[in-house]
């Protein structure tokens, strides 16, 4: 029976940006990928359509889906809503609902987008990084969270970060097992020295490395420290193992060493379930003008057809279609390099397409 591939759009340019990936999901299905389609709702969408941003309904095909590929929630007509209901709830819920606690985001650099990148070409040539970012639990689902009456005039708002033995556990040895196929090193991230559930983290990935890989070289660096050397000497990282928060915002800096946060996908793992999506929101910015990026979704795609759909060949068709475009000179706006052809997001996507076709 064919597997369920299940296409969230959400808000902004996430719904530009998955029908390119669409294409290429309809190319892998004319190339023998045995896989239907089938769309939901989430975020403001969601909201707009059905009062809440992640409908019962969207987690009850996600779970019958083999996985879902998600473009992005959010948006500046939302933010006048309760974070309650925002559209980045609907993206934390599904998150939680499929315990997708393994949130994996390469940063590699394109040779023929070394240019493109705000930092010296001889910092980021060849760079190719690993985030490993913990995606369930951590300060954005921790208990308390509110904002309260203080009664006299003042308010107080506040978060909770909690990690628990397991969930670090668990993590770490993701980030183990991608390192012993990489260059087998992990630097695992923290604030140790101030957040004693960060003491925890550390102490939790040290006794698991000792324990289970000692062959994989394991260091530990301070957020702070961490965030400087990504931009001071990238080449220093292969695999970062870090927390929710930290690693949102570090991979987020780490895109930027590829020229553009439209190039970095993802993919969002949990033991029984998985989705993949671009690292990036919805860019309200540039939403609905056809520009934006669609290459991180489209190697989200790759990604996976590579670890979901087991279609290892199709995926590096994908991949190799992707330095094909890149090869011809297309660029759209946020990684455009004098002398190279602009395109906007569509022009982008048939041209992946051609590419697939062509090879
Ligand atoms: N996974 C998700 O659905 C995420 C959703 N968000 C939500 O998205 C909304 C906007 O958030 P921002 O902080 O502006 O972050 P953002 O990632 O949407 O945009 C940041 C900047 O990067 C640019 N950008 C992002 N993706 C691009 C692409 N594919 N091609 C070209 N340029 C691109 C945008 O134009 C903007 O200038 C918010 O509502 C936020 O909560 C933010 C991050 C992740
Ligand atoms: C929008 C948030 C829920 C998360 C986020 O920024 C991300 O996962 O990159
Ligand atoms: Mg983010």
Redesign the pocket.
Same mark, same amino acid.
């Given at each position: 029976m064919a597997k369920k591939v299940l296409v969230l759009p $959400?808000d $902004?340019?996430g719904q530009e940006?998955t029908a390119e990936a669409v294409k290429v999901l309809n190319w892998a299905i004319q190339n023998g990928a045995d896989i239907t389609l089938e769309e939901g709702l989430i975020g403001g969408t969601a909201y707009d359509a059905t009062g809440t941003p992640l409908p019962a309904e969207t987690i009850t095909q996600a779970k019958a889906a083999q996985a879902v590929l998600l473009g =992005?929630? $959010? +948006?500046t007509k939302w933010e006048p809503l309760d974070i309650s209901v925002r @559209? !980045?709830k609907g993206?934390l819920g599904i998150r939680k609902a499929l315990d997708l606690y393994c949130n994996l985001r390469p940063a590699a650099v394109y040779p023929q987008l070394a240019d493109a990148s705000t930092l010296k070409k001889e910092v980021v040539a060849g760079i190719d990084i690993m985030v490993v970012r913990e995606l369930s639990s951590g300060i954005y689902f921790g208990q308390p969270r509110g904002v309260e009456d203080l009664g006299d005039g003042r308010k107080k708002g506040f978060n909770t970060l909690v990690y628990t033995t397991d969930e670090i556990e668990r993590i770490a040895r993701k980030a183990f097992e991608a390192a012993r196929k990489r260059s087998n090193r992990v630097c695992s991230v923290d604030k140790a020295n101030v957040l004693e559930s960060t003491e925890l983290w550390r102490e939790v990935v040290s006794d698991l490395h000792k324990r289970e890989y000692a062959d994989v070289e394991l260091s530990h660096m301070y957020v702070d420290n961490a965030a400087m050397q990504l931009i001071r000497n990238p080449r220093q990282f292969d695999v970062i193992v870090t927390t929710n928060m930290f690693g949102d915002i570090l991979s987020d800096a780490a895109s930027m060493l590829t020229g553009?946060? +439209?190039m970095l996908p993802s993919a969002s793992l949990g033991d029984q379930f998985a989705l993949y !999506? @671009?690292i990036? +929101?919805?860019? @309200?910015?540039?939403a609905g003008k056809g520009i934006?990026?669609p290459l =991180?979704t489209i190697l989200s795609v790759a990604m996976m057809l590579r670890y979901s759909l087991e279609l290892p060949q199709l995926a590096d068709g994908v991949e190799a279609a992707v330095v094909t475009v890149l090869d011809q000179g297309l660029r759209?706006a946020?990684i455009m390099q004098p002398g190279m052809t602009q395109v906007g997001t569509a022009q982008m996507g048939d041209a992946v397409l051609a590419a697939l076709n062509n090879a």
């Open positions: $959400g $902004g340019i940006i =992005a929630v $959010g +948006g @559209p !980045e993206l553009s946060i +439209g !999506e @671009p990036h +929101g919805s860019a @309200p910015d540039i934006a990026n =991180a759209t946020d």
